[in-house]
């Protein structure tokens, strides 16, 4: 519970400092963000920001110094994203760096170790991390290009970029199916329903994030997100009986 907290709390920070950091150029959008309407003062933001961050550290320091290096790693990817490469051609990379940091972190902090087994999961993580961020520039394709931003959706170009991601995807799919299916634990158990209704819920985004409304796009993204969490908890279904602490 402590360690979902902590991430949670980074993801916050994160996810405030991204407010910050768009709020100029987010004046108009609809819905509104809270910043740019003037609901949230910037002051506040900030505070907000940093007392999330102080907090998300604060719990993770207290597994042990392995578990608070992870998450400041994964801290340091959030705002490099936020503050330079949101709105560049490199803006996947940090998702791609921070995706497979997660089951680390969380094994670390409640174990103490990292069984090797989990190096399994670091080039899958890196594939889908950086699939999901390209559909994420897909999903705001649109506006960066009236914008003027080289996202990678518009670097890219929709159709190539569409496919670069749909392939990243499904190679990661493919990849945790593999795996599932060649663990003994996982035949014949829940895992493979579960990874099984992850690639569905990943298919069905992608379609989403074929051209069409704003809503469809963001839609397809958070449908894509659901399907990459499920072959996450899939793979835990299939590997945790068979992983023991070293």
């Given amino acids: ?38 609901l949230v003062a910037r002051r506040s933001a900030a505070a907000a920001a940093a007392g999330a961050a102080a907090l998300g550290l604060g719990l993770a320091a207290v597994s042990d110094p392995w578990t608070l290096g992870i998450a400041v790693l994964g801290a340091a990817c959030g705002y490099a994203y936020d503050l330079r490469l949101s709105r560049t051609p490199l803006a996947w990379l ?48 649109a506006a960066d290009a009236r914008r003027g931003i080289p996202s990678i959706a518009v670097r890219l170009g929709r159709g190539r970029a569409w496919a670069i991601h749909a392939a990243a995807l499904g190679v990661a799919a493919a990849a945790v199916a593999a795996s599932v ?45 659901l399907g990459i969490a499920g072959l996450g908890i899939g793979w835990l279904l299939a590997a945790g009986t068979t992983i023991r602490p070293g």
Avoid: H
Wanted: net charge neutral; proline share 10%; with cysteine.
């Fill in 1 to 38: 519970m402590r360690l979902g907290i902590a991430m949670t709390a980074i993801q916050f920070s994160i996810g405030i400092l991204n407010d910050l950091v768009d709020a100029p150029r987010d004046g108009g959008r609809v819905p509104p963000k809270p910043i740019p309407a003037g």
């Fill in 94 to 141: 940090p998702l791609a760096l921070a995706l497979p940091l997660v089951p680390a972190y969380a094994w670390q902090g409640a174990t103490g170790s990292i069984p090797s087994a989990l190096a399994d999961l670091i080039p899958i993580g890196f594939i889908a991390g950086a699939g999901l961020a390209i559909g994420n520039a897909l999903a705001d394709a």
């Fill in 181 to 225: 299916a060649g663990s003994g634990s996982g035949a014949g158990g829940p895992a493979a329903p579960v990874v099984a209704a992850g690639s569905v819920t990943l298919a069905c985004g992608a379609v989403l994030l074929l051209p069409g409304s704003a809503r469809r796009l963001r839609a397809g993204w958070a449908l894509e997100a």
